[in-house]
């Protein structure tokens, strides 16, 4: 059998359970054998009858005397069997499994995993699992426990793996070059895909994993380096001259640029007069002023003769980027158009021929700036918010949108630095590390639902002095009909206790119009206090808010944390956050206290990857991270920093992988780059 055929090849596997394995992202014998174990359990301790201990999980060798009984008790159905070893017997114990009475034969031997418990005076072991012993069995073992779905057992899972491994016979061909195995110490790939399923020993466990925690890694990191080194040397970028035009914009704002935002600006008009196209990143906190250099970066191209288009994730924010970019370029001259999927057709074409016309220099707009039939003029420079939110493939798209124009991108989600490279290989990163002057710090206060009262009091009181407030509800995963329920009910609940404020919500059910007027009424003060679900949907600008109030925040990433709240603080005016939370567990209410001692968005990022993992960095799952198999960006940093000098040093002895011994790997780039998982 081979590793690329489809999983139906395996005894066993129908339409249905071939379904259900599909849920899990099984299709292939290789994406089977790639579906690590998330855990492992310890059965490889066998115990006598004779010493089991009461309430405490055993794993133990035993014969089936018989048929079982199956009774009826209450709401349950108890089935019993009794089985016996060489120092005794004992009885069996299995809730609501009926066909338990017959499943064993009398005479054969299993392993039987369970807590051994007495109730009524009678002792008994309430089966967990159970598995049949051949001929050929050597005592008890490590188990492997996988991520499931609902139909697929732990017990069927650890058969397929099994039937598996033993048909594909080490089928799997090793990518990695030899010199960089011996470099790095690693095992080969086929005895580290049979040992991280079935470890034999402590350290072949270790071995394997290291193995293939370096690989996966590898190859993430060596795909965008290879991306990073294919565009510098493919795409010859326009040539910015006009330097000046840069500082007259500056000197066109009603504030001075900070030291980072110049430096920053400094490095863009490197990047972009050199003949090469840019490709870098911007990082900054929310309020360090990314919009102000992607302004400058845009006058200049223009001043150029050129177009800029900057894409956002939602209407929301593009049309905040609009009004900001129109009211800061049009003394100058330059038009700016907004292009949204929720504008009508005719607002759409009229958008369309001032850019295919180049009579619009300045582009703002959602996924709808890269879609077909949007013609540019001459694309200089293609800006894209909240990075996270787009993948390679999309900045793909962007790119032959123009003759090769220079990409920058921005995130207002601190990411540590050794993260950045992984996430962000392909791009050059800049920091903005110094917020504006003038901006106060935010009161940052974690407290439990009984402030309830003191909250909407000091609500209400700043509200008569002319402020607003946000209010955050977190999103229902995978319900949305529940979740805007929720959003309603609890809006209607909050006008009851803010009987003098004007509470009004943006939920993701809402028409771009109306969301977008609810924010406009917002942003002019009609509306006193604002409830939302998302990050992203309280993206407006608001100077005149001063209360971010998070409820449940143990749901929420300490990064969304960190962004929401700088939300506010943004005025001349003392800002708060207000955290409200009754959980009770201690990594919980570690991440919140992180919160409350520090503003510095770094640090907090750091915390945030140690506490929740980088599965759940940005939150949702996909918001962020490429999906790792096995890699843990934080616990594995030490083999993140080998991975990254493998990659560098592999392209610098063969930049294009034309070399024989590196064709595996070279497919293997490729196949990550055209795939999903680079859509971060």
């Known amino acids: 059998m081979e590793w690329k055929d489809p999983i139906s090849r395996l005894k066993g596997i129908g339409e249905q359970r071939g379904k259900k394995l599909n849920k899990l992202g099984i299709y292939t014998i290789e994406d089977l054998l790639t579906h690590y174990p998330r855990d492992y359990k310890d059965r490889s301790r066998l115990t006598k009858i004779v010493e089991l201990e009461m309430d405490t999980e055993n794993t133990f060798l035993a ?9 009826k008790h209450g709401r349950f159905t108890l089935t019993r069997l009794r089985v016996s070893d060489e120092s005794g017997e004992i009885g069996l114990l299995w809730y609501n499994q009926p066909y338990m009475k017959t499943a064993l034969n009398a005479g054969e031997w299993y392993l039987f995993t369970g807590k051994l418990q007495k109730k009524v005076g009678r002792k008994e072991v309430s089966v967990s699992e159970w598995e049949r012993i051949g001929n050929h069995f050597a005592g008890g073992r490590i188990i492997p426990v996988y991520p499931s779905a609902e139909g697929i057992s732990q017990k069927m899972l650890r058969g397929l793996m099994e039937a598996a491994l033993e048909l594909v016979q080490g089928g799997f061909a090793d990518d990695l070059p030899s010199w960089m195995r011996k470099e790095y110490q690693l095992a080969e790939r086929n005895f580290s895909i049979q040992e991280i399923h079935f470890p034999k020993t402590e350290q072949s ?11 996966e890694l590898f190859l993430l990191q060596g795909a965008l380096f290879s991306l990073k080194a294919y565009l510098q040397q493919e795409n010859k970028g326009v040539v910015m001259k006009k330097r000046k035009a840069i500082q007259v914009f500056q000197n066109t704002l009603p504030f001075q640029l900070t030291n980072a935002q110049k430096r920053v600006l400094t490095e863009i008009e490197k990047d972009m007069s050199t003949g090469k196209q840019m490709n870098r990143l911007i990082q900054g906190d929310v309020g360090s002023g990314k919009t102000a250099v992607a302004m400058a970066a845009s006058y200049w191209v223009i001043q150029n003769g050129y177009q800029s288009v900057l894409m956002a ?7 905040q980027h609009y009004h900001s970019f129109s009211a800061a370029f049009e003394n100058a001259g330059i038009t700016t158009v907004l292009l949204t999927g929720g504008q009508s057709a005719k607002e759409k074409k009229v958008a369309l021929e001032k850019v295919a016309s180049g009579e619009a220099a300045m582009i703002i707009g959602t996924h709808a700036v890269i879609q077909k039939g949007v013609e540019y003029h001459k694309l200089g420079l293609a800006i894209t918010d909240e990075q996270h939110r787009f993948g390679v493939r999309q900045r793909g798209a962007l790119n ?17 630095r ?18 504006p002057p003038g901006r106060q710090k935010i009161d940052t206060l974690a407290v439990t639902s009984s402030y309830y009262e003191r909250i909407y009091s000091f609500i209400e009181k700043l509200v008569q002095e002319g402020r607003q407030a946000y209010v955050i509800c977190p999103m229902i995963e995978e319900n949305e009909k529940l979740e805007l329920q929720s959003v309603l009910s609890y809006t209607e609940a909050l006008r009851g206790k803010l009987s003098h404020c004007h509470v009004a ?26 409830v939302a679900t998302t990050v992203i949907e309280v993206g407006i600008n608001v100077p005149n808010a001063v209360i971010m109030l998070i409820e449940n925040a143990e749901r929420f990433g300490l990064a969304q944390l960190h962004q929401l709240r700088g939300r506010v603080g943004r005025g001349s005016e003392k800002s708060y956050c207000i ?19 520090s503003e510095d968005g770094f640090a907090i990022s750091e915390m945030d990857l140690r506490l929740r993992g980088p599965g759940e960095f940005f939150g949702t799952r996909q918001h962020g991270l490429p ?3 096995i890699a843990n960006m934080y616990q594995d940093m030490p083999i993140v920093i080998e991975a990254q000098k493998a990659a560098e040093k592999l392209l610098e002895m063969d930049p294009f992988l034309s070399m024989e011994a590196h064709e595996g790997i070279k497919k293997r780039f490729v196949g990550l780059l055209e795939g999903k998982t680079l859509e971060i």
């Open 63 to 71: 014969c089936c005397k018989g048929s079982g009984e199956t009774i």
């Open 205 to 215: 466990f270790y071995d394997a994993r290291r193995r293939l925690v370096f690989e």
């Open 313 to 319: 994730p939602t209407e929301v924010l593009a049309q």
């Open 400 to 416: 032959q949108k123009g003759a090769a124009p220079h990409i920058l991108v921005m995130t207002a989600t601190p990411i540590p």
């Open 418 to 435: 050794t993260l950045a490279l992984i996430l962000y290989g392909d791009l050059d990163v800049s920091i903005i590390d110094e917020l």
């Open 505 to 530: 919500c943006v939920h993701g059910k809402m028409k771009p119009k109306e969301k977008q007027e609810v924010m406009d009424c917002f942003a002019k003060g009609e509306i006193h206090v604002l």
């Open 579 to 597: 955290l409200v939370s009754d959980t009770k567990t201690s990594i919980a209410k570690q991440r919140l206290k992180a919160l409350t001692d």
């Open 627 to 629: 999906e790792l198999k």
